[in-house]
T-cell receptor
Framework: GDSVTQMEGPVTLSEEAFLTINCTYT??????LFWYVQYPGEGLQLLLK?????DKGSNKGFEATYRKETTSFHLEKGSVQVSDSAVYFC????????????FGKGTRLHILP | ETGVTQTPRHLVMGMTNKKSLKCEQH?????MYWYKQSAKKPLELMFV???????ENNSVPSRFSPECPNSSHLFLHLHTLQPEDSALYLC???????????FGPGTRLTVL
């Protein structure tokens, strides 16, 4: 079945370091891809999305490019801040009625000052 | 503020209690969801409502009973819960079930 695989966490980085969180998917078609973020004590928030191959989603300094050839949607940020500490979820949906969003297991990110 | 509110934010209950979680969305969406988020476990989809009809029940025990009286409100009625039901319960909504979801802040439930 369709699935999303994320790198295991936790990921611990120093402030201003470069961040990559890997995400790959398995799907029988061409889904839309999302990154959600969950800050401590809060629900999930949409961070960015891409709806077709080679699209790049970006927000708050984060970027992810929809790579059909590698079925990937890796999240990157050039210089992380302590405030980026959160859990990040990769997700996909097909955009057809009654198709739900499939979430990855989440990757916890901890940024040290 | 995502337009989805949940009450209460924290709840402690005994195994014999009956309580309800409430979710309200102000976004005009027509689909609503309940998720369970436990420590060190993936996000678990519990129930999906589309146009006020339940379209999915992911093998959730009957001690959890959802109710969707209209497109803006979703409840999760709880009775005779177990300690392993302690978790963060997240509500979400979307326009159609295939689109991006907007989440509430969650209710942190502790079952003693």
């Amino acid at each position: 079945g369709d699935s999303v695989t994320q790198m295991e966490g936790p990921v611990t980085l120093s402030e201003e370091a470069f961040l990559t969180i890997n995400c790959t998917y398995t799907a029988t078609g061409y889904p839309s891809l999302f990154w959600y973020v969950q800050y401590p004590g809060e629900g999930l928030q949409l961070l960015l999305k891409a709806t077709k191959a080679d699209d790049k989603g970006s927000n708050k300094g984060f970027e992810a490019t929809y790579r059909k050839e590698t079925t990937s949607f890796h999240l990157e940020k050039g210089s992380v801040q302590v405030s980026d500490s959160a859990v990040y979820f990769c997700a996909l949906t097909f955009g057809n009625r009654d198709d739900k969003i499939i979430f990855g297991k989440g990757t916890r990110l901890h940024i040290l000052p | 503020e995502t337009g989805v509110t949940q009450t209460p934010r924290h709840l402690v209950m005994g195994m014999t209690n009956k309580k309800s979680l409430k979710c309200e969305q102000h976004l005009g969406h027509n689909a609503m969801y309940w998720y369970k988020q436990s420590a060190k476990k993936p996000l678990e989809l519990m129930f999906v409502y589309s146009l006020e009809e339940r379209v999915e029940n992911n093998s959730v025990p009957s001690r959890f009973s959802p109710e969707c009286p209209n497109s803006s409100h979703l409840f999760l009625h709880l009775h005779t819960l177990q300690p392993e039901d302690s978790a963060l319960y997240l509500c979400a909504s979307s326009q159609e079930t295939s689109n991006e979801q907007f989440f509430g802040p969650g209710t942190r439930l502790t079952v003693l």
